[in-house]
């Protein structure tokens, strides 16, 4: 069925509002766009200042962009890995040293930009994500890759460089990753 997120924006947007006082409502809702059927098609919450998500944060079903990168996040709410993207999941340049345990369960159809955080790790089932487009994790703080890596399954390129204490040469062979970028 369709999920309309009209009828549960409100509530959501309250709870972002509670956990970031820097941000009003006004922000919050400047980027949202809408399908004719109450659909969500893209969210851009692009240098909005935000700190915290709400656990709530985790039942979004965007049909196009979500943007959350420019902001401070430091973590995601666990519910994180619920949310499905119908194109590019933007959460660069923020502050998160780690993610969720959810998030290989996470649906991007299109690019996933975690590039210009502090990840020192990943979650041990990260292998298990599945992305459609070019995944970037671009100059980050990563020093090893978890055991189920190997699992990855990325449409695009798969972007390593930048993390300083992790060695290129050893990540292993990824049979459903079109490519590493090494350069």
């Known amino acids: 069925g369709v999920w309309s997120f009209q009828g549960t924006a409100e509530s959501l ?25 109450g659909t969500l ?3 851009d919450l692009y240098k909005r200042d935000l700190v915290q998500l709400p656990d709530s944060f985790g039942s979004l079903r965007v049909a196009g962009d979500l943007s959350l990168h420019l902001n401070q996040l430091e973590n995601l709410p666990p519910s994180f890995g619920n949310i499905q993207v119908g194109r590019h999941l ?10 969720p345990s959810s998030f290989d369960s996470l649906r ?19 292998g298990n994500l599945r992305v459609g487009g ?10 090893s890759l978890p055991a ?5 399954q990325v449409g695009g390129d798969l972007d390593l460089r930048g993390n300083c204490q ?18």
């Not at 509670?18 to 809702?29: H, I, K």
């Not at 189920?148 to 990855?152: A, D, E, P």
């Open 148 to 152: 189920s890596f190997g699992n990855l």
């Open 41 to 43: 098609a893209s969210w």
């Open 13 to 37: 947007i309250l709870d972002m509002v509670a956990l970031n006082p820097g941000c009003s409502e006004e922000r919050l809702r400047s980027g949202l766009e809408f399908h004719q059927d």
């Open 108 to 126: 991007v159809d299109g690019d996933l930009y975690l590039r210009d955080n502090r990840l020192a790790s990943l979650p041990a089932s990260f």
């Open 166 to 183: 992790l060695d290129l040469e050893s990540v292993p062979k990824l049979p459903c990753v079109r490519g590493l970028v090494r350069k």
């Open 134 to 143: 070019f995944l970037n994790l671009f100059r980050n703080q990563l020093r």
């Open 90 to 99: 933007w959460l660069s340049s923020n502050k998160l040293a780690s993610l």
